[in-house]
């Protein structure tokens, strides 16, 4: 799952839903166990309504008709391999660690077990690259008369994520940009010096920087404003960054609100000098499909899982747990000769961490024909589905964009009746960016999925309802070297893998696909 905190890049809105409901936190509250109206009524009648109740007589329709040929220990072998992967790429799976390898097994698997159900495909395309090899340094003069001073990294300024490759500059001037720098007549004075420009909403921090480039400036330090309380690392790129985009090439850093305003009160004596050691590269990379020969291509559904991981770790929890499920609940299907009436296409996404790159890609040449657009009925996607300290998430339907409200509503709710059906606890979240379901819904196609939370802290209400630890992450190894086997909750992995399971058989055999996502009232068939 791709961090989205320190982001600026556009996501979607998250009040899209019914404007009264609490948002102390972005979570919406379920109680599965229900039936709290029903204390009005008689015990009588409550006993009558459970007894009667379709969902409660432990009939076929509980659960997937595969649901006992989906092993829990199979999935964790597909996450030990992974692992294996990582372990030989500098305890990563990323981009330019190990993800090949671990494209190569997902291929492997399929074509040895599933070739005769699905084709097996690859989309490669290209990705920027960048990473810090070496802290900065950022010293000035000409302030009160006080020398030299050498300001701290991570405390007075940092990087940006693709603030530019390696640089060296010198005592330069500043130059300060008025109007949060969007507009190219803004940057009339910067060439040959150091923009200072101060964080805004008019325009994405890129646009700022790259206006900066093209007038010829140096370089580029962007203040927070003075509600920011901590040092910006955003990406200072396009955020659906394709082949032939333009990356910066001069260095963007971030500052405080304080150093900021001291610069441009010291304009006329300050210079700076400042250091990067950066690495910035456009590499090739791929995305994974298994396309179903079967199914009515029609009534296309896309279900997806990130299959890389951040540089830091080897992404077992983010995002093996995913993927690893995806790819056995495909190879369940393929050996049970599942029969479809709707066409399926399994996506394991690649550059997910570094800005839903995979998934952005596989929509951008997707819509260039708008008939290929118009047979995607919907798409689910699987991010983070064994968290050690989790929660079970369905993304809520009512925060996709307006337009997809009710379409999205019903594949949360057909999660939903999973865990209604196992007397299993879940939450809603929200369905606003930091996952592959997002150039899905840009382009206006129905989206849902699963998730166990990241690094946000299990409260005590959850505690609770869930079990675990009240106050901690989520998932404590989010986007860190621990992030290993041992991180993984087989219970987690179990229950979610087998909801995913439970909605993805209902959808592929549904004969009115199209029907029951566009109408409240029908029911899936």
């Given at each position: 799952?791709?961090?989205?905190?320190?982001?600026?890049?556009?996501?979607?809105?998250?009040?899209?839903?019914?404007?009264?409901?609490?948002?102390?936190?972005?979570?919406k509250?379920?109680?599965?166990?229900?039936?709290?109206?029903?204390?009005?009524?008689?015990?009588?009648?409550?006993?009558?309504?459970?007894?009667?109740?379709?969902?409660?007589?432990?009939?076929?329709?509980?659960?997937?008709?595969?649901?006992?040929?989906?092993?829990?220990?199979?999935?964790?072998?597909?996450?030990e391999?992974?692992?294996?992967?990582?372990?030989?790429?500098?305890?990563?799976?990323?981009?330019?660690?190990?993800?090949?390898?671990?494209?190569?097994?997902?291929?492997?698997?399929?074509?040895?077990?599933?070739?005769?159900?699905?084709?097996i495909?690859t989309?490669?395309?290209?990705?920027?690259?960048?990473?810090?090899?070496?802290a900065?340094?950022?010293?000035?003069?000409?302030?009160g008369?006080?020398g030299?001073?050498?300001?701290?990294?991570?405390?007075?300024?940092?990087?940006?994520?693709?603030?530019?490759?390696?640089?060296?500059?010198?005592k330069?001037?500043?130059?300060?940009?008025?109007?949060?720098?969007?507009?190219?007549?803004?940057?009339?004075?910067?060439?040959?010096?150091?923009?200072?420009?101060?964080?805004?909403?008019?325009?994405?921090?890129?646009?700022?920087?790259?206006?900066?480039?093209?007038?010829?400036?140096?370089?580029?330090?962007?203040?927070?404003?003075?509600?920011?309380?901590?040092?910006?690392f955003?990406?200072?790129?396009?955020?659906?960054?394709?082949?032939?985009?333009?990356?910066?090439?001069?260095p963007?850093?971030?500052?405080?609100?304080?150093?900021?305003?001291?610069?441009?009160?010291?304009?006329?004596?300050?210079?700076?000098?400042?250091?990067?050691?950066?690495?910035?590269?456009?590499?090739?990379?791929?995305?994974?499909?298994?396309?179903?020969?079967?199914?009515?291509?029609d009534?296309?559904?896309?279900?997806?899982?990130?299959?890389?991981?951040?540089?830091?770790?080897?992404?077992?929890?983010?995002?093996?747990?995913?993927?690893?499920s995806?790819?056995?609940?495909?190879?369940?299907?393929?050996?049970?000769?599942?029969?479809?009436?709707?066409?399926?296409?399994?996506?394991?996404?690649?550059?997910?961490?570094?800005?839903?790159?995979?998934?952005?890609?596989?929509?951008?040449?997707l819509?260039?024909d708008?008939?290929?657009?118009?047979?995607?009925?919907?798409?689910?996607n699987?991010?983070?589905?064994?968290?050690?300290?989790?929660?079970?998430?369905?993304?809520?339907?009512?925060?996709?964009?307006?337009?997809?409200?009710?379409?999205?509503?019903?594949?949360?709710?057909?999660?939903?009746?999973y865990?209604?059906?196992?007397?299993?606890?879940?939450?809603?979240?929200?369905m606003?960016?930091?996952?592959?379901?997002?150039?899905?819904?840009?382009?206006?196609?129905?989206?849902?999925?699963?998730?166990?939370?990241?690094?946000?802290?299990?409260?005590?209400?959850?505690?609770?309802?869930?079990?675990?630890?009240?106050?901690?992450?989520?998932?404590?190894?989010?986007?860190?070297?621990?992030?290993?086997?041992?991180n993984?909750?087989?219970?987690?992995?179990?229950?979610?893998?087998?909801?995913?399971l439970?909605?993805?058989?209902?959808?592929?055999?549904?004969?009115?696909?199209?029907?029951?996502?566009?109408?409240?009232?029908?029911?899936?068939?």
């Amino acid at each position: 799952m791709a961090d989205t905190s320190r982001e600026t890049q556009p996501l979607l809105n998250p009040d899209n839903g019914d404007p009264s409901q609490d948002r102390r936190s972005r979570f919406k509250r379920v109680f599965p166990y229900g039936l709290v109206a029903l204390l009005f009524i008689g015990i009588s009648t409550v006993i009558l309504i459970v007894l009667v109740k379709p969902h409660d007589d432990g009939g076929p329709q509980n659960k997937s008709p595969l649901s006992e040929q989906l092993l829990t220990p199979s999935i964790f072998a597909h996450l030990e391999e992974l692992y294996a992967v990582a372990q030989k790429h500098n305890n990563s799976r990323s981009v330019t660690n190990g993800y090949m390898a671990s494209a190569d097994y997902v291929q492997t698997q399929l074509l040895l077990k599933a070739s005769n159900y699905c084709d097996i495909s690859t989309q490669e395309f290209k990705v920027p690259v960048w990473s810090e090899l070496e802290a900065p340094e950022l010293r000035s003069t000409g302030i009160g008369g006080s020398g030299e001073i050498l300001y701290q990294n991570k405390v007075d300024f940092q990087n940006f994520r693709y603030g530019g490759p390696s640089a060296s500059l010198k005592k330069q001037e500043i130059q300060g940009v008025s109007n949060n720098g969007c507009s190219a007549k803004d940057h009339k004075k910067v060439k040959g010096k150091i923009a200072v420009i101060e964080e805004g909403s008019s325009c994405e921090l890129w646009e700022a920087a790259y206006n900066a480039e093209k007038a010829g400036a140096t370089g580029v330090l962007f203040y927070n404003n003075s509600k920011r309380k901590f040092l910006m690392f955003s990406r200072i790129r396009i955020t659906a960054w394709k082949e032939g985009d333009p990356l910066i090439s001069i260095p963007v850093l971030s500052i405080t609100n304080s150093f900021g305003n001291t610069l441009l009160q010291n304009e006329d004596s300050v210079l700076l000098s400042l250091k990067t050691v950066n690495s910035l590269t456009v590499e090739s990379t791929i995305n994974v499909l298994c396309t179903t020969k079967t199914g009515d291509e029609d009534d296309t559904i896309v279900l997806g899982a990130h299959l890389d991981s951040v540089p830091e770790g080897p992404g077992m929890v983010d995002n093996g747990s995913g993927s690893s499920s995806l790819l056995e609940i495909a190879l369940v299907m393929a050996k049970a000769e599942f029969a479809l009436k709707n066409k399926i296409v399994f996506g394991w996404w690649g550059a997910e961490e570094i800005g839903l790159l995979g998934s952005r890609h596989y929509v951008r040449e997707l819509v260039k024909d708008e008939e290929k657009k118009n047979q995607i009925a919907m798409n689910m996607n699987f991010d983070m589905l064994a968290s050690p300290n989790y929660v079970p998430y369905v993304h809520d339907g009512k925060t996709a964009p307006e337009e997809l409200i009710e379409p999205s509503s019903k594949i949360d709710h057909l999660l939903i009746d999973y865990f209604n059906f196992e007397k299993e606890g879940f939450e809603y979240t929200d369905m606003v960016g930091g996952s592959d379901f997002l150039p899905f819904l840009l382009e206006g196609i129905p989206s849902g999925g699963l998730l166990t939370g990241a690094g946000e802290k299990k409260t005590m209400e959850q505690r609770t309802l869930f079990g675990g630890f009240a106050n901690a992450p989520l998932d404590p190894c989010y986007h860190q070297s621990c992030d290993t086997i041992e991180n993984v909750s087989k219970e987690a992995l179990r229950l979610m893998s087998q909801a995913a399971l439970y909605a993805i058989t209902k959808v592929a055999e549904a004969d009115n696909l199209r029907e029951w996502l566009s109408d409240a009232d029908i029911e899936l068939q």
